[in-house]
């Protein structure tokens, strides 16, 4: 059975909402996943999975969180080709870059040779009830691309 691993960061606890909703999926396919607060983990942390998926909220104006910051940085030292990723993230379309954390996230993971196997979540603020069940489904087919390729 692949490894599994959800990375997050969360201010107010939106994202860190979604985390949990997500792990729920992924346990729901019947997979194992341990879950890390971004700054409690160096980022390669991610050498020893198979399979990962991480989640930040956006801070500033359309930047990652500082909690973020060095994991971003020292994944450049990374090569995670045959990684699988994805990523996801509250924000507020209040501000010009909805989200924008999440695309720089995704980016990097591209730039480091991970294959991102579904496209990235974004939710506005809380998760409502059916952001709810998306953030469930997200975990769970991630779990279900990897196993079956895995
Ligand atoms: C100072 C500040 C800057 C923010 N900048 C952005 C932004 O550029 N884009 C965005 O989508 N959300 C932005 N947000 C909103 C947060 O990302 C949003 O409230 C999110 O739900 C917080 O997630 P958390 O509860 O996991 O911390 C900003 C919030 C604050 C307080």
Same mark, same amino acid.
């Given at each position: 059975m692949p490894k599994f691993l959800v990375v997050f960061a969360s201010l107010t606890g939106n994202t860190e909402e979604m985390a949990d909703l997500i792990v729920e999926g992924i346990q729901s396919a019947g997979a194992e996943v341990d879950v890390k607060q971004s700054m409690d983990v %160096?980022?390669?942390? !991610?050498?020893?999975?198979d399979a990962f998926i991480l989640g930040a909220y956006t801070w500033g104006d359309g930047e990652l969180p500082d909690e973020f910051l060095d994991f971003y940085e020292d994944m %450049?030292?990374?090569? !995670?080709?045959g990684k699988k990723a994805a990523v996801f993230g509250s924000g507020d379309t209040a501000y010009d870059q909805f989200a924008a954390a999440v695309d720089l996230l995704a980016d990097k993971l591209k730039e480091r040779g991970a294959e991102l196997v579904q496209e990235s979540l974004k939710i506005e603020l809380n998760p409502s009830t059916e952001d709810k069940d998306v953030c469930r489904n997200f975990g769970k087919h991630f779990a279900g691309a990897v196993i079956s390729v895995v």
């Open positions: %160096d980022a390669d942390v !991610l050498l020893a999975y %450049d030292e990374l090569d !995670l080709a």
